[in-house]
């Protein structure tokens, strides 16, 4: 099917599906948080994915197996679909970590080795994008030469385009970068603090990547910024939804916010990714139900993050 909207990724970035499929989730056992899968389940995933016309596909050094399933069961179909991974892991499976973000290391040596073995794990000649991984900081960008060293693997050909995993606080500083191509970034109606960065990085030209968007289907409670606890019954979405699932709902608010270009959602049944698809065909909320959702999440207290007066944004 092709029928999926598309958008530009940046002003000078392809076309990509507003759907994309986000494939931590094809990690398997190696990883210190496991994921059992069998190959059979993770090739039908990965098909699934581009028989329904989605053509976005984010993967990590950082997700075990997942580069080599990609390259593995669809690598046959390279020209289909749009390929992200990141930059600056450590190498290799780490099973035994502890809990938090491993170590991350942005030297020209590491991050030119993780290329080249995303290369070899995902059976292809180039990577259409590459992001900086857990939102390094302006310091650590500028001490390790990093804008040098993507743009050289990019001149090289075997990096099309580079960006960032971007957060709070590091993101306004990431703003002011224009060498980058795309962000990644944490977004939800459930989880709305970098709404008007979004807004604010897509009229700057920059192609903006959600991850979370889906949000588990609002079946955590949320904090607000001052502490007060939020469930899916308090925001009064649940009134909004009108035939969509609750997932499908919220895949449709972050599709429908501006300066969004993909929303990645992340799973391990083939199922799961046609119901995403089917939401996602059904195109952005309107422009009345988006404006009340909103509302509704002003009033409880789930809102965009106010931008400092001193901020570089």
Not at 103 to 111: E, G, Q, T, V
Not at 287 to 312: F, K, M, N
Request: hydrophobic share 35%.
């Amino acid at each position: 099917m092709s029928d999926l909207e598309r958008r530009r990724l940046g002003d000078n970035g392809p076309q990509v599906t507003v759907l994309g499929f986000g494939a931590m989730e094809l990690r398997g056992e190696p990883h210190r948080n496991p994921r059992p899968l069998g190959e059979s389940v993770a090739a039908e995933v990965l098909n699934t994915v581009l028989d329904e016309g989605i053509n976005f596909i984010d993967t990590s050094v950082d997700y075990a197996l997942s580069e080599e399933r990609i390259g593995r069961h669809i690598g046959a179909r390279r020209d289909e679909y749009f390929l992200a991974s990141k930059a600056g892991c450590p190498l290799g499976f780490h099973p035994d970590a502890p809990p938090g973000p491993l170590p991350h290391d942005y030297s020209p040596a590491n991050i030119r080795a993780g290329v080249e073995q995303s290369l070899r794990r995902l059976r292809t000649d180039r990577l259409d994008l590459v992001q900086l991984h857990i939102s390094p900081a302006l310091q650590v960008l500028r001490r390790d030469g990093v804008v040098d060293t993507l743009t050289a693997l990019r001149e090289e050909g075997k990096v099309l385009a580079f960006g960032v995993s971007s957060t709070l606080p590091e993101i306004d500083d990431h703003l002011q970068i224009d060498e980058f191509s795309a962000f990644q970034v944490p977004f939800s109606a459930l989880e709305r603090d970098l709404e008007t960065r979004i807004q604010i990085a897509g009229e700057r030209g920059f192609g903006i990547i959600v991850r979370g968007g889906v949000a588990q289907a609002g079946k955590r409670e949320k904090t607000t910024a001052d502490g007060r606890p939020v469930t899916w019954a308090d925001t009064g979405l649940e009134e909004l939804r009108d035939r969509d699932s609750r997932q499908g709902f919220l895949l449709r608010y972050a599709i429908t916010t501006p300066g969004v270009t993909t929303v990645i959602a992340g799973t391990a049944d083939p199922d799961h990714v046609r119901e995403n698809a089917v939401a996602a065909r059904r195109g952005p909320l309107s422009a009345d139900v988006y404006a009340e959702a909103r509302r509704r999440l002003d009033d409880v207290g789930i809102t965009t993050a106010v931008i400092p007066a001193d901020s570089p944004v």
